[in-house]
């Protein structure tokens, strides 16, 4: 605890405050985040007090502009939970309906599933340019299930050198209504000579914040990217994903 | 000065006159003539002195609403007419007087005077209340009292006056009263106060509570420091707990006889400010019989309403536990099929599980199977009754002879964050919320967690092998730890299904997430508390889960409803922990009005109020047999319940911190409660709960005189080192296993 003598006026009031309240265990930065709250909250009041008395063509700030101020902010940053007579009114409504029967057998048990947050938070892009390479192959990319919940991120793994067919990649026959595009890299399109295949790799994936969450179920085909080259260095990746962004 | 025997007649003829006018609709000359009788008086001096004063006009305008409200619309008219009110004069009035509130602000005013005027007990659901302070009795006979809604009670620097002199009397009385009648004082003075402050007589208010504060008992001391900072009106409108202590009566359980002897008191005398005090805004429940001695009276007291009514916990409640459905478990460890259910015999190998034959008949006590729907067995599930019942015939059967082991997980390097933890059923998982909204589960057996393969690996193994259920899972990513990402706040709860499919977490941010621990993934966010959730807990046959938090209630959910299916409201402050009884029939919350209140799932209704703690809840345990309860708050004491009577019936003193874990053993004989002293402490629950079925409960009054026994009942001690202990568990065969975060400090 720092020696009284050192500390700030404003903190020594804060401490007399705590204490006056009957804290008297605290950690010091307590103190600090008190202040910091304080001053902020104090500061917003005047601002808003000041507009007010602009507003009212008066020279001066006065009492009723802070009164003003105060009653305006006060339902926005300090709300505070429904009164008691209304929480009984919406519990007796609740109360009232019994509880609904189980249906056996209907594996995990979850609400609709847009109430869930199993959809995939990403949409995929449609490919810009149709590329000429080995035939019949469709790459997908590969999706894993349940991994997409919870971190919004743009993940541009492995090095990306993905082809595609000719054919347009549409809709996969699991899912209805839901759009799928594969994303090429155009460069890496026009560097690509042969289908060499190697390892499959994934690739870019767009994730479309707008979408998540909104979309149906998981996504349960099994899709491999078959043909790859590897001509991509990193380097040329950070330009895919400019170019990722502007096709789009 | 008019006697004090007007007062309550004139309340009685103005409720006479209310229905009058609520029944004749039609009639509405003549009602409103008679609402015009009782406000003639103000109104009569209205005309005759020009512009109608501030109290005559707002009596005025109540009318005018409660007449509104009822539809007399020519009623209006007339009276409006009469008056001489203009239309915008009562709205805005009417916005005046219900600025700020939230919720119905309709008619508040003439709510108001409606609840002051039924002084019946049934003043519970007429809270239509809205949240505006009640407003105090006027005392002076010529304008009618009941319709002003704002008015001066009495003279305010003469409040010590009157408060002393009910002191005086108070010592002046039998002891055998005194005891009894002090209970009077808290409620009194903490109403008497917001009176001051809410007709913004400050100075007087602060004198008058630096003068009595001293007097009242010092478990009320914390309440007593909060008073303390509210000397405005301004700050009585954010102030929930208090807003809610106004409109809610405290309730007393004062014996017949000194009652009686408070009444003649204060009705001899004419200043019946405190009569009108008591008739507003306490409720005195009385009982025929002896009166409590301060000892009794100091262990029931202590929550913010007082105490509970005795019809209250009247309610028969069934705490008896659900059969166990028959499995017959095989000789053989190998041979699945063999189970049945119900008893059938299907192969004489196998033998017949004795557990669920003995009561054929129902027990009394115990709810109906089917009285609200469960979840029917899955064979995992009777896969892990059999495991169950296995453990369990190995289980240590614990007694104050032979005491658990205790096996201590302790967190490093938590920072202080460490907010909740829980264990499996078979103790083979350990999840801790922390205050950096993270979720970890750990394995606590050697065996590794495990998560489900991605959909591409999935497609390539062999689903006709006989071990696909091993060959889902990613040995790659195999690990001792998980991490679960996704809640914004710290995270308050953690609670696993128990079928080890799922896990809860309940956080700050409001929402309470459901996490699969196959794929370690969150499953669904439950939005419905709209501030922070405290306490979460899963039902002890899963699918269904309760949530507690600081918006007061506790609510009911399915995992497959993404709205709550009940709300149980009625805590006059935050509920911070939500335990389910063994036949998942009720629920029982401890808040920080440190009541306890059970309430039935099926209907959502409150059947049994515990008070008696002097501090806020912070852990509950119901005994494994489901006619007990424990709960541990932070004065640092324990009490057992008898939740089929509604009594108290033993009291734990021992801790010198707020408990926060509480476990009974597997068989219900031994209670360990863990503590911030950093000490486990067990107690010989068997014991504890032996002394009551001897004793005759004296059912009517409900007032026990509990032995001071808590030494003998005390068993072990057990210290870490500075480790305070968050949860308690035990394992199926009856070791102990403790958790908590080390705290260097």
């Known amino acids: 605890m720092a020696s009284p003598k050192t500390v700030p006026k404003d903190a020594q009031v804060m401490m007399q405050i705590l204490k006056d309240m009957g804290i008297t265990e605290y950690e010091p930065r307590v103190i600090n985040q008190m202040l910091e709250f304080t001053y902020r909250y104090v500061t917003t009041i005047i601002e808003d007090a000041k507009i007010y008395s602009t507003h009212a063509k008066k020279s001066t700030v006065d009492a009723d502009d802070i009164r003003l101020a105060i009653q305006c902010r006060v339902d926005q940053s300090f709300t505070s939970p429904p009164p008691r007579d209304f929480l009984l009114d919406i519990a007796r409504q609740k109360n009232q309906t019994p509880l609904p029967l189980i249906k056996p057998y209907t594996g995990p048990r979850l609400p ?17 340019k149709k590329v000429s390479s080995s035939a019949g192959r469709i790459t997908v990319p590969r999706l894993s299930v349940g991994a997409v919940s919870s971190r919004p991120s743009t993940p541009t793994l492995g090095t990306p050198s993905v082809q595609t067919v000719g054919t347009k990649v549409g809709t996969p026959v699991s899912l209805t209504g839901q759009r799928f595009t594969v994303q090429i890299p155009s460069s890496q399109a026009a560097s690509v000579k042969s289908a060499t295949p190697t390892t499959p790799t994934v690739q870019n994936v767009l994730i479309n914040p707008s979408l998540i969450g909104s979309k149906n179920i998981l996504i349960t085909t099994n899709m491999v990217s078959q043909n790859s080259s590897s001509d991509s260095t990193s380097l040329k990746r950070k330009h895919e994903d400019e170019d990722d962004y502007d096709a789009l | 000065m008019a006697a004090v025997q007007d007062g309550p007649m004139e309340l009685d003829a103005e409720k006479e006159t209310k229905p009058e006018i609520l029944s004749d609709g039609t009639s509405n000359l003549s009602g409103n ?50 008056a ?14 219900s600025g700020g509130v939230k919720g119905d602000g309709d008619g508040g005013d003439t709510n108001s005077l409606l609840s002051r005027v039924s002084m019946a007990s049934a003043a519970a659901p007429q809270s239509t209340l809205t949240p505006m302070p009640a407003k105090s009795a006027n005392d002076q006979p010529d304008v009618s009292v009941v319709l002003s809604a704002y008015s001066q009670q009495g003279d305010p620097s003469l409040y010590k006056v009157y408060y002393s002199d009910l002191k005086n009397f108070i010592e002046s009385v039998l002891d055998c009263h005194r005891a009894e009648l002090s209970q009077l004082f808290y409620p009194l003075f903490v109403h008497m106060y917001l ?24 478990y009320y001391q914390d309440d007593l420091r909060v008073l303390c900072g509210l000397s405005k009106k301004e700050h009585l409108k954010g102030n929930e707990a208090l807003l809610d202590f106004r409109t809610s009566r405290f309730v007393l359980r004062i014996s017949r006889d000194s009652y009686q002897l408070l009444k003649r008191h204060l009705q001899e005398r004419h200043n019946n400010q405190i009569w009108n005090i008591i008739q507003e805004h306490l409720y005195i429940d009385i009982f025929d019989g002896m009166p409590r001695s301060k000892s009794q009276i100091d262990s029931m007291s202590g929550s913010l309403a007082g105490e509970a009514r005795r019809e209250v916990n009247k309610v028969k409640v069934f705490y008896g536990l659900l059969k166990e459905p028959e499995i017959e478990v095989p000789l053989d460890d190998e041979d699945d099929e063999a189970e049945n259910e119900e008893g059938k015999p299907k192969k004489k190998k196998t033998k017949k599980d004795s557990m669920g034959s003995k009561s054929k008949k129902q027990d009394p006590n115990a709810p109906q199977q089917n009285r609200i729907p469960l979840p029917e067995l899955k064979d995992s599930d009777k896969l892990d009754k059999i495991m169950y019942m296995k453990e369990s015939t190995k289980r240590i059967r614990l007694g104050p002879e032979n005491l658990p082991s205790i096996c201590f997980y302790t967190f490093l390097n938590a920072y202080q964050g460490l907010t909740a933890v829980d264990f499996t059923d078979d103790s083979s998982l350990l999840a801790g919320g922390f205050a950096d ?68 977490s309940s956080s700050e941010d409001s929402t309470i997430r459901l996490w699969s621990l196959q794929t370690f993934t969150c499953l669904v966010g439950y939005k419905g508390h709209n501030y922070p959730v405290w306490d979460t807990q899963f039902s002890p046959f899963g699918y269904y889960f309760v949530s507690g938090g600081h918006d007061r209630v506790a609510r009911l959910w399915a995992t497959d409803h993404y709205q709550p299916l009940r709300i149980f409201a009625g805590h006059l402050a935050d509920v911070t922990c939500t335990r389910f009884h063994p036949n998942s029939n009720y629920v029982a919350t401890g808040s920080t009005d440190r009541t306890v209140r059970l309430w039935d799932v099926l209907n959502g209704n409150c059947v049994r109020i515990f008070t008696g703690h002097k501090g806020p809840i912070h852990s509950l345990a119901f005994s494994p047999n489901g006619k007990f309860l424990a709960s541990g708050s932070t004065d640092g004491r324990v009490l057992l319940w008898d939740i089929g009577h509604g009594l108290m019936i033993g009291e734990l003193k021992g801790h010198t911190d707020t408990i926060y874990a509480l476990k009974f053993s597997r068989d219900g004989e031994i209670l360990a409660s863990g503590s911030m002293d950093n000490t486990v402490r067990l107690w010989d629950s068997l014991k504890a709960f032996d002394d009551v079925e001897t004793d005759d409960f004296t059912a009517t009054t409900g007032h026990i005189h509990l032995p001071d026994n808590s030494q003998e009942l005390l068993l072990g001690t057990y210290h870490s080192k500075s480790t305070p202990v968050t949860h308690l568990h035990f394992t199926r065969r009856n070791l102990l296993l403790a958790a908590g975060a080390y705290n260097s400090q």
Not at chain 2, 42 to 61: C, N, R, S, V
Not at chain 2, 443 to 463: F, G, H, M, Q, Y
Request: hydrophobic share 35%; net charge negative.
């Open chain 2, 437 to 504: 909204s993270t979720v970890r589960v750990w394995s606590v057996t050697p065996k590794k967690l495990r998560k489900v393969k991605s959909a591409a690996e999935l497609n390539l193994i062999d689903k006709e092998s006989d071990d696909v259920l091993e060959r889902i899972m990613d040995e790659k990513t195999a690990s001792e730890s998980k991490i679960l990402y996704g809640h914004s706040g710290p995270v308050y709860g953690v609670s696993f299904s128990p079928d080890r499919n799922y896990l809860l």
């Open chain 2, 195 to 218: 009176e001051l402050v809410y007709n913004n007589n400050e100075n007087e208010a602060k004198a008058f509570f630096e003068k009595f504060s001293g007097d009242q008992e010092c």
């Open chain 2, 84 to 97: 001489g009110l203009g239309e915008d004069q009562e709205d805005s009035q009417a916005l005046d007087g």
């Open chain 1, 112 to 128: 609709p599933d847009r109430y869930c947050l199993t959809a995939p938070n990403y949409r995929l892009k449609s490919l810009q």
């Open chain 2, 33 to 82: 003539t008679a609402s015009g009788t009782m406000s003639s008086s103000p109104l009569t001096a209205a005309p005759a002195g020009g512009a109608p004063k501030m109290e005559d006009q707002q009596t005025l305008i109540a009318v005018l609403q409660f007449l509104k409200r009822n539809k007399l619309m020519e009623s209006v008219d007339i009276l409006r007419r009469e």
